[in-house]
């Protein structure tokens, strides 16, 4: 049900992309404590893109889920913000994050919805 999407100025070799997006899926199904096989991320790197009038590595975070709450928020904030760092060397004053919450109804997967 989660699906985190990175986008980010950075480029990345193949595996550095692979090792990404795989700690980033595994922190997305800790913090929330969902089960990692319905979590689902994607990375757009070497993207044009400029943060306070300057193209100095930065991100940019979309996490949706099902059951998302403002309370979540803080710990995924600190969360992702270190993957991002670690993989990219992108520092968290660099890093956006928008969370929104879904519901069940408009989520779907499997041929119906949640």
Known sequence: MPYLK???NRS????DAAALI???SRTVSDVLGKA???VMVALEP???MLFAGDDAPLAFLELKSIGLTEDQAPALSEALCAVVDR???VPKDR???E???VPRKLWGWNGGTF
């Open 6 to 8: 990175i986008q980010t």
């Open 12 to 15: 990345l070799a193949a595996d």
């Open 22 to 24: 795989a700690d980033a």
């Open 36 to 38: 990692e096989r319905y």
């Open 46 to 48: 070497d993207r044009t």
């Open 87 to 89: 993989a990219l060397g």
């Open 95 to 97: 890093v956006f994050i």
């Open 99 to 101: 969370f929104a919450p």
